[in-house]
Nanobody
């Protein structure tokens, strides 16, 4: 059974940074494209960044230049460094497949950007 554990969120001031982690189990992680998603209050979940099995990243326009996605296949872990944070980045961040989010969702990690 595929299982994701997200961590690293928190309360941060505008302009701050965080590093989010996603540890996966139950799948051939090194062969899978992976993605980071977020869901803000009252909004639909959206894909913010994905990374191919070979490590090629792609970003949503809203986070381009501020977010960096990476992966460490030996640890079945993916990361998202989020920088120059804005209040609009406040959301619960999740990980899942990078092409289609076909696996069960984890609990996510809350990121709150506020003074």
């Amino acid at each position: 059974q595929v299982h994701f554990v997200e961590s690293g969120g928190g309360l941060v001031q505008p302009g701050g940074s965080l590093r989010l982690s996603c540890t996966a189990s139950g799948l051939a992680f090194s062969l899978a494209a992976m993605g980071w998603y977020r869901q803000a209050p009252g909004k639909q979940r959206e894909l913010v960044a994905n990374i191919s099995a070979g490590g090629v990243p792609n970003y949503a326009a809203s986070v381009q230049g501020r977010f960096v996605i990476s992966r460490e296949n030996t640890k079945n872990t993916m990361y998202l460094i989020i920088s120059n944070l804005k209040p609009a980045d406040t959301a619960v961040y999740f990980c899942n497949g990078g092409v289609t989010a076909s696996w069960p969702w984890g609990q996510g990690t809350q990121v709150t950007v506020s003074l």
